[in-house]
């Protein structure tokens, strides 16, 4: 009875496993479609219509985590000024901010959690020096920063505040266009 049984089951699953040899492939193309659209300009981002394209841009973040904008429109391949305010009154250790620019498809948990490491470099972590564009210093509160950049490509790329367990709500998009 039990051999009965046995066959079918065995050949069932030897259908299944030949019948799946495209998945692969359909997975590539659709892995492959999702990376070059987060590269390109997204036109589907909520409220990016309403953001107005300049490359001066003013950021603060406060004391519950926040920055004050989370999408910016930029032109690609002119220079970026972003001036950063920590506008928070808690002390830098507890809850310092800063703002790092990063290439599209950065893994950003990754980053986070390899962030929190990197306490001699104010939460920059060497082991992603090739994803990150810019970042300003880490800022206390009422301090201020500004840095310049150039976004060579068009497409969308993120930034976030590296400070340890920031990164998961401090997160925006700069639209290079």
């Given at each position: 009875m ?6 079918p ?7 299944i496993a030949a ?8 997975e590539?193309?659709e892995?492959a479609?999702?990376t070059t659209?987060?590269?390109a300009p997204a036109v ?12 001066e841009?003013?950021?603060?973040g406060?004391d519950l ?6 999408l910016f ?7 970026i000024?972003?001036t950063?305010?920590n506008?928070?009154e808690m ?5 310092g901010h800063?703002?790092?620019v ?7 948990p990754?980053l986070g959690?390899?962030a ?9 972590p ?5 994803s990150?564009i810019?970042h ?20 969308v ?14 997160q925006?998009?700069?639209?290079a266009e």
């Open positions: 039990k051999k009965i049984f046995l066959v089951v065995v050949a069932g699953a030897v259908f019948c799946g040899g495209n998945q692969k492939s359909e590539s193309t892995t479609a999702a659209e987060q590269q589907d981002i909520p409220g990016l219509e309403d953001v107005a394209v300049s490359n841009v003013a950021l603060e406060n985590m926040q920055y004050n904008k989370t429109r930029v032109k690609a391949g002119q220079p000024k972003l950063f305010k506008a928070g002390p830098k250790e507890s809850m800063n703002v790092v990063v290439q599209p498809g950065t893994d950003l990754a959690g390899e929190i490491k990197a306490v001699d470099t104010e939460y920059i060497v082991t992603f020096a090739s990150i810019a300003t210093k880490l800022l206390g509160p009422g301090e201020t920063d500004a840095i310049e950049f150039t976004l060579e490509e068009k497409g790329y993120p930034f976030l505040c590296s400070f340890p367990g920031h990164y998961g709500v401090m925006g998009k700069i639209v």
